[in-house]
């Protein structure tokens, strides 16, 4: 299957991506991961692909659909592929199916993870991480036995400045804006799955199958209610 996955930041589209990929066992191909493996391969598309890195500038949408291409014409996506954070805008989607079309192949579906805003606020903005060993915590779902402290080394418990409220709130915005012409786009082509991104890990997951199942297999409407059967579904808490 040749999926796309979409979602703001905290929705965790990663972690399900991850876990679909290991699930369909094809490989799961993030935007950040397949730029920094260009760049160690080395090659003329790599170096290119350095140069805008090593000076902190987004990579045109040239040079990230050569990437995208270059990727995905290696034998392990030859049976499908999740694609994670490609693409960004609708030249790069238009440019995603010529890619795919040279291959003989098609887009199977996109699943957007679906999380409101104040929901990813919160699990973004109460993060704190350990200065001295970089330990994670969460001040609702996982504290630090001492407020301020950590309880691995007792070092100083720290908000990251992408955590802060007002940057997660921005950056959701940016992400809104972005990607609502891209997600239209797929809407109207009956390839977008809507997924509602809140519960735990499993429960999620457990919805992700269930939308590939009755959307991307066989068409369906994303805006239908999700059903999952209770025996071979049953989420488990993360």
């Not at 609502?180 to 797929?186: A, G």
């Amino acid at each position: 299957m040749r999926i796309v996955i979409m979602g703001p930041p905290g929705a965790g589209k990663g972690t399900q991506a991850r876990r679909l990929s290991a699930e369909l066992k094809v490989p799961h191909i993030a935007t950040g991961d397949m730029l920094r493996e260009a760049v160690k391969e080395g090659t003329e598309l790599g170096e290119r692909v350095r140069w805008y890195m090593e000076r902190g500038k987004l990579v045109p949408d040239e040079v990230m659909i050569a990437v995208v291409r270059e990727r995905l014409s290696k034998p392990d996506c030859s049976m499908g592929f999740i694609l994670d954070g490609f693409p960004r805008t609708i030249p790069q989607a238009e440019a995603l199916n010529r890619i795919l079309e040279e291959q003989g192949a098609k887009l199977d579906c996109v699943l957007e993870i679906d999380v409101p805003e104040d929901i990813i606020v919160e699990r973004i903005s109460l993060r704190r991480v350990c200065r001295r060993c970089e330990s994670a915590y969460h001040l609702k779902y996982n504290p630090p036995k001492e407020e301020g402290r950590c309880d691995r080394c007792g070092g100083e418990l720290y908000q990251r400045e992408d955590d802060k409220e007002e940057v997660v709130r921005r950056r959701i915005k940016v992400y809104r804006e972005e990607t609502e012409p891209v997600l239209e786009y797929y809407r109207r082509r009956g390839l977008l799955r809507r997924v509602n991104g809140v519960g735990s890990i499993d429960e999620v997951f457990s919805r992700v199958l269930e939308a590939i199942r009755g959307g991307c297999i066989g068409g369906g409407d994303d805006r239908a209610p999700i059903r999952l059967d209770e025996e071979e579904n049953r989420a488990t808490p993360a």
